[in-house]
């Protein structure tokens, strides 16, 4: 009897081991420990507006195909952008100088990783060299915004700058909201304001620096994707020779339209033509819509 206890603690145990040792190597093949890089690297920066949940020593792939890791994760004081040193592995040292880099996720719920995408410079990014061409993290709330039909924002890969424009009402309009010209995104609402003096809203719009020629007489509304989609910037360009620069203010603003507003426009349009007739023998009566003058008043 004592010997079939015996036994039975000694497979008890013995199961509870694997299954520790079942979990840990899930654990690390699932997390960044996995193929932790070993040999000879070199050092590339690049620059992401948002990270995400990236961490160090998070995969860096081609195609799939793990070439490195994430070094470190540094934001410079003053600055909006997070430093990402990767460490590549030296066997991948012919990386095209325009690649670009963007941070991917695996899977649904899993890590976060950079995704490098080839260019066709025939120079090569050097050991200490950056990859000016990033993508951030997508957001949960930007992928709301595409199914609800409002659009992604740019990629913003060449940088953006900054435009002002008042509105006497935003709406639902938030920051991150694309902001499009010809339906096409070509930036996004930086920020939003209340300005205590003009009691309207401010709202700074950044726009790719690949879209600089946009005519400083140009127009800005604020439109809704759909019936009940999310609102963004629209910009009509006008015909001013002179463009658009860092910093500017847009004079020409179309606020956002209230469903009250498209509600009681329908309510007021339907009741006007259903009295005209009414209203057209007031105006007779009246002698605006008759040949004889009308008496003159008293002085």
Do not use: W
Request: glycine share 12%; no cysteine; charged share 15%.
């Amino acid at each position: 009897m004592s010997q079939q206890r015996s036994s039975y603690a000694v497979g008890t145990g013995l199961f509870i081991v694997l299954g520790f040792a079942a979990l840990a190597y899930l654990a690390t093949q699932t997390s960044s420990v996995a193929n932790v890089h070993q040999g000879a690297s070199y050092t590339v920066d690049a620059h992401f507006a948002n990270i995400g949940q990236l961490k160090e020593r998070a995969p860096v792939k081609v195609a799939g195909v793990r070439i490195g890791q994430v070094q470190s994760i540094t934001l410079e004081p003053g600055q909006e952008v997070a430093d990402v040193k990767l460490k590549i592995d030296n066997n991948y040292d012919k990386i095209p100088l325009d690649s670009v880099a963007t941070i991917y996720t695996s899977g649904l719920l899993g890590d976060q990783y950079i995704g490098i995408l080839y260019g066709t410079s025939k120079k090569t990014v050097a050991d200490g060299g950056t990859l000016a061409l990033t993508k951030p993290a997508q957001q949960l709330e930007e992928m709301i915004g595409k199914f609800f039909g409002a659009g992604g924002v740019a990629d913003n890969l060449g940088g953006t700058y900054s435009v002002k424009a008042d509105f006497t009402n935003v709406g639902a309009l938030s920051v991150g909201a694309p902001v499009k010209m010809a339906g096409v995104p070509i930036g996004s609402v930086q920020a939003i304001v209340a300005d205590p003096v003009k009691l309207d809203a401010k709202v700074t719009l950044a726009i790719d620096k690949r879209y600089n020629a946009i005519p400083d007489d140009s127009s800005a509304a604020v439109f809704t994707s759909g019936l009940i989609g999310t609102q963004y910037v629209a910009i009509q360009p006008g015909g001013s020779p002179d463009a658009l620069k860092d910093g500017d203010e847009m004079v020409l603003t179309q606020s956002a339209m209230q469903l009250e507003d498209l509600i009681g426009k329908f309510l007021v349009n339907g009741s006007s033509s259903s009295s005209s007739p009414s209203s057209d023998k007031k105006d007779a009566g009246n002698g605006k819509s008759s040949d004889t003058p009308a008496p003159a008043g008293k002085h």
